[in-house]
Nanobody
Framework: QVHLVESGGGLVQPGGSLRLSCIDS????????MGWYRQAPGKQREMVAL???????NYADSVKGRFTISRNNAENTLDLQMNSLKPEDTAVYYC?????????WGQGTQVTVSS
């Protein structure tokens, strides 16, 4: 059973950096796809970045060149390095996994970009 736990959110000034981490404490083998989504107040949840178990990645246009997704398949961990943060990046960030035909979500971690 996939069980995702995020960490690393917080308050940062515009232009700053944060690193989010996610671990599958269920240690499920061979999770095909993992990624990060975010949801800002009053907006729909949107994809931020995805990474497959063979290394292919996909980023939202709004974060390309600023965010980097990385994954350790052996440890079932997923990170999101966020640089040059903007106020519009403020949202709850969710770790997501697709495994054996099911989608799994973490509980979310708040990222606030504000001076």
């Amino acid at each position: 059973q996939v069980h995702l736990v995020e960490s690393g959110g917080g308050l940062v000034q515009p232009g700053g950096s944060l690193r989010l981490s996610c671990i599958d404490s269920g240690r499920s083998p061979d999770i095909h796809m993992m990624g990060w989504y975010r949801q800002a107040p009053g907006k729909q949840r949107e994809m931020v970045a995805l990474r497959s178990n063979v290394g292919s990645t996909n980023y939202a246009d709004s974060v390309k060149g600023r965010f980097t997704i990385s994954r350790n398949n052996a440890e079932n961990t997923l990170d999101l390095q966020m640089n040059s943060l903007k106020p519009e990046d403020t949202a709850v960030y969710y770790c997501w996994a697709w495994h054996s035909g099911n989608a799994y979500w973490g509980q979310g971690t708040q990222v606030t970009v504000s001076s």
